[in-house]
């Protein structure tokens, strides 16, 4: 069974840090590309950054370069999203994402709440 799980959102001000963690089971974990998404209430939801899946490279959305970090360890089954000098416009659902050619798993989301 496939499951990715996202853990790591809350409340935060301003300013401030959150570290966002997916654990990845039931499918090869080190052959897929890892991504994170965000959607807004009424948005749609959107790209915030892949990592190749040798965690050789990452992109990221220009709304967060220089802010967000993402990461995986292979041998944990785990995909991070580090994000710094968090805005109020960053207050989303985040879901990670794994993509294999058209293959794609989603986990549930995690709030993150970004407010003063």
């Known amino acids: 069974q496939v499951q990715l799980v996202e853990s790591g959102g809350g409340s935060v001000q301003p300013g401030g840090s959150l570290r966002l963690s997916c654990v990845a089971s039931g499918f090869s974990f080190s052959s897929y590309a890892m991504s994170w998404y965000r959607q807004a209430p009424g948005k749609e939801r959107r790209l915030v950054g892949t990592?190749?899946?040798?965690?050789?490279?990452?992109d990221y959305a220009d709304s967060v370069k220089g802010r967000f970090t993402i990461s995986r360890d292979n041998a944990k089954n785990t995909f991070y999203l580090q994000m710094n000098s968090l805005k109020p416009e960053d207050t989303a659902v985040y879901y990670c994402?794994?993509?294999?050619?058209?293959?794609?798993?989603w986990g549930q989301g995690t709030q993150v709440t970004v407010s003063s």
């Open positions: 990592i190749t899946s040798a965690g050789v490279s990452a």
């Open positions: 994402n794994a993509r294999l050619y058209r293959t794609n798993y």
